[in-house]
């Protein structure tokens, strides 16, 4: 576990090589994953994340063996984006982030999209990850009188402004990205998350060739949310390879990788030239009575 933090997921990925890992199914966190990829590249083990979103993560590919099996954040900014301005053209728009490189990239992409349609956010805030009281923060937003919150950050804090922003009376819609995709995420709000919008690639768990996994799972007590099916997807595919190259020799592996279809989970599954999956892009979600699934069409 790397806390999300870039220095422990070095620690990490050093820790890893010194063990002769072959290969990673992570890191989850993009701010993570980015600086550990260095190592991993100059270690020759294979790295596929199955959560990092942000797109200098394969834009600046340190090596030929770092793969995600997850979207981008221009891709999910771009649905988020054009969503806002599309659903709340005559909203009062508040965009805010968590300096991440997650959260500040798809907040500042999500912006992009919503600026080029033609919106204009009435407040652009970044907020400090960790903290437990952001009153000062809803407070602005108040005053602002803002209609839609679209918060780029992790599902603690998302969760944590969502609450103090029902404690404060602020009725606008909350509006997140794929970090929320966590029943984590309701634990926190309760009720205050009720109509929290968020976006997501289609969900893994109504794949019918997901159907054994998740019933497994359900059958241990455990949950098929979120990224599970996308981590499982990360090692279907890493063994699949291992198998075609008949052995975990690094070269051989990243060679079948970078040149197969694997089945998984997810459905058929290939990799392009900077390791990005070819997979359906984003939709956007609503949370309702604490289960999440796709947004009702009005």
């Known amino acids: 576990d790397d806390a999300c933090d870039p220095k ?13 890992v072959s290969f990673v199914a992570g890191h989850f966190c993009s701010g993570s994953s980015i600086p550990a990829s260095q190592v991993y590249a100059e270690e020759g083990i294979v ?5 990092s979103t942000n797109p200098k993560y394969t834009d600046d590919r340190p090596g030929t063996g770092i793969f995600r099996v997850c979207g981008r954040d221009d891709q999910q900014g771009e649905v988020a984006g054009k969503f806002i301005f599309d ?4 909203g009062v728009v508040a965009i805010l982030n968590d300096k991440s490189a997650y959260g500040k990239g798809l907040a500042d992409e999500t912006q992009k999209f ?7 956010p009435a407040v652009v805030e970044s907020y400090t990850a960790g903290e437990k009281d952001y009153s000062s923060l809803v407070t602005k937003l108040k005053q602002a009188g803002v209609t839609l919150v679209y918060i780029g950050g992790y599902h603690t804090e998302a ?9 404060q009376g602020v009725t606008a819609k909350i509006m997140s990205g794929d970090a929320i995709v966590t029943d984590e995420y309701w634990a926190i709000t309760g009720d205050a998350g009720e109509g929290t ?12 060739v997901a159907a054994p996994v998740v019933a497994a799972l359900d059958k241990k007590g455990q949950t098929a949310e979120g990224y599970v099916l996308y981590t499982y997807a990360a090692i279907q595919a890493w063994a699949e390879a291992a198998k075609t190259a008949k052995g975990t020799k690094f070269e051989d592996v990243t060679k079948a ?10 459905g058929d599954i290939k990799f392009d030239d900077k390791g990005d999956v070819t997979l359906p892009g984003y939709v956007v979600y609503e949370w309702k009575a604490g ?5 009702a069409a009005k």
Do not use: H
């Open 257 to 266: 990788l970078n040149e197969g279809t694997f089945k998984t989970v997810l």
């Open 47 to 51: 790295e596929i994340s199955p959560a």
């Open 8 to 20: 422990q997921a070095v620690a990490v990925a050093n820790s890893f090589a010194g063990q002769g």
């Open 197 to 208: 919008l968020m976006t997501f690639s289609p969900d893994p768990r109504k794949n019918e």
């Open 291 to 295: 289960k999440y699934d796709y947004l």
């Open 87 to 90: 659903t709340y053209k005559d």
């Open 159 to 167: 969760g944590l402004i969502a609450r103090q922003m029902k404690d």
């Open 114 to 120: 919503y600026e080029a349609a033609g919106g204009k």
